[in-house]
């Protein structure tokens, strides 16, 4: 089935909107725990819920911005180029969010708080990599696939 490169950037920041809504399903309930290693870990995923929900709606806000315009296939191309630009980007990030979510791990073991804060940057460094790469070798093969229609 044919979907148009809108429609999936919007799918994708609904996919992200969902993953921060989990995340913060999670994390906000952990920030009460008495066990320093689980609100740490908590506050962290509440914390990067939030970054990404203002991600997803910023560029839901730039999606709906781009289907009013009348623009033609040398445009849309050029939103593809742009998005995948940024997804590598982010792909190499997010592997930077992980070896960092990791140093604070091994650090200093015996501190619980920045066990917890690493922990949780793993797992969401983790899923953000998956997230972006698996993206970014969807649209590499834009236009197939997709239709210029916004």
Do not use: C
């Not at 970054?51 to 289907?67: C, D, P, S």
């Not at 969401?124 to 197939?144: E, S, T």
């Amino acid at each position: 089935m044919a979907m148009s490169f809108l429609s999936y950037q919007r799918r994708m920041m609904y996919q992200l909107l969902f993953w921060a809504g989990l995340s913060l399903g999670v994390g906000l309930p952990m920030t009460l725990s008495t066990r320093e290693w689980v609100r740490a870990f908590g506050g962290m995923t509440a914390a990067w819920a939030a970054v990404n929900a203002l991600i997803a709606l910023l560029a839901l806000r730039g999606v709906r911005k781009k289907a009013q315009q009348n623009a033609d296939a040398a445009t849309i191309e050029g939103w593809v180029r742009q998005l995948l630009r940024l997804l590598w980007i982010n792909v190499a990030l997010d592997a930077l969010y992980i070896a960092v979510g990791v140093g604070l791990i091994v650090a200093v073991p015996e501190n619980r708080m920045l066990s917890g804060f690493g922990w949780a940057i793993v797992v969401q460094g983790a899923f953000l990599l998956m997230f972006d790469a698996w993206h970014g070798m969807r649209l590499r093969h834009f236009p197939r696939g997709f239709t210029p229609s916004a």
